[in-house]
């Protein structure tokens, strides 16, 4: 056995790997799984569900074993979380590919998945899990933090001061939400059935305070809410049971949103089932937990349903919880809208999505040094200034330090060549990896969250994530993956993620300029074939090739 348990990647310049491209894979896969970053790294599961970063033990071992080894211009192939194969390339080609999750069409769904997986053959990858470009409940915080500033300014004067949000799940990214509603000066109630996923927001300032009960979490919400106070409040429980009787007692919420494990009915506790009981009662009986989760959150649904009757402001948190409770019989489902089309669609039309890096180092202090970079480089970017300035005061470092902020067409490019330059220069201490999550501007097709009601209706078209992977493989990317269901489930979504290594060499400047130029590039393509307006004035603007507006 080559890894020691539990996993932490090494810090520093000192290499074990023959290169900092394979190093910095290597560091990836490892930080991915340190207890820090996990949500269950015992058993390789890094967030969302079951979302996982290696298929199991023996095949994190060959891959690091691998990694080890691999030669400058070699290529690991990773199918479903284990090593399949070295190739032979060159120095411009990535030194992984991924391919996590993906099946035929017809056989794109859970029950499929679920055999599959027991007879050893594939895993879960999420999105960052498999990827290896998970970097902790930051990860999400800023796009959370952007929604909710988002609703602000549609529905509540630009400030959720005042306000209450009602909302579930405080796992690995539903953990964001009290953090992002706080810093919009808003007030959260957050409900979660595993008393250990509030603790853990607690322990990482996250959340604020936990409520005994339900009587005591709205006394406390109104109570910070009459004065203005920004507070989140965990609150342990079932939503589909807290949900529906908060609804009843008239309870005073003005936003309602849900972030539980609902694309994956396992990970969803049914109602009367005790929290306890969960994980063997799914193991066990797998079709019978189903219906069941799948019956619960259609009352959940319903409660989020009848919050918007009452005026609430009401969204879907991307985690197809209208799609299962529809699969349950319930008709209005899908009554309110996904926080794409609703929030964050004017932003992918632009390219923009969340640009995220590490430092390899392990130095906060280098994370400190290319946040001022950034500030420096888009010195009118207001918005830009408060998150960075908010997150490095607020946001605790899980595993490697590392920093997200959305970042578009012609900016990734600019920030990732001046990390470059700062590595060559020596002002950062090691190389910082560069990347991105899969749910970005053209890197995805996801017709229950990033591509829902589309312009031309062109929600499902999955070409677009294939074509964002090819283009990132072609452009030099460090390693390009393509997965399947994450996010929302399986048969529901097919992504492309890619991460570029700054190592301050003049051929990694080279990868960086093309790989961030393109990957962002995709996204302004994708939706001004889709027909959105400000896509075609960025495409304009900023001179992007499009062969249909030409001639
Ligand atoms: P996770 O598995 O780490 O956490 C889910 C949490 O929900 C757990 O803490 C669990 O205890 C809780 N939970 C499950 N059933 C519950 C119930 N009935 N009542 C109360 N709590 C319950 O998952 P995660 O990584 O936090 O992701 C959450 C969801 O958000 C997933 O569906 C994921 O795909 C989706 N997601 C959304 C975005 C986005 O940008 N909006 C991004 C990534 C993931």
Known sequence: MSGSRPVRAARGTELSALGWQQEAALRMLQNNLDPEVAEHPDQLVVYGGTGKAARDWRS?????RTLRTLKQDETMLVQSGRPVGVLQTHEWAPRVLLANSNLVGDWANW?????????GLTMYGQMTAGSWIYIGTQGILQGTYETFAAVAAKKFGGTLAGTITLTAGLGGMGGAQPLAVTMNDGVAICIDCDPR???RRIEHRYLDVKAGNLAHALQLATEARDARRPLSIGLLGNAAELLPRMLAE??????????????DPLAYLPLGVDFDDMAAYATEKPADFTLRARESMARHVEAMVGFMDAGAEVFDYGNSIRGEAQLAGYERAFAFPGFVPAYIRPLFSEGKGPFRWAALSGEASDIHKTDKAILELFPENESLHRWIKLAGERVHFQGLPARICWLGYGERDKAGERFNDMVASGELAAPVVIGRDHLDAGSVASPYRETESMLDGSDAIA?????????NVASGASWVSIHHGGGVGMGRSLHAGQVTVADGTKLAGEKIRRVLTNDPGMGVIRHVDAGYDIAERVAEERGVRVPMREG
């Open 197 to 199: 996923a509030i603790d």
């Open 60 to 64: 994190y071992d060959a891959m690091v």
């Open 250 to 263: 008239g309870a005073p919420i003005d936003i309602v949103t849900d972030q539980t494990s609902a694309h």
């Open 111 to 119: 029950e499929e998945f679920r055999r599959l997986e027991a007879l």
């Open 463 to 471: 070409d677009w994530p294939l074509l964002n992977a090819m283009v």
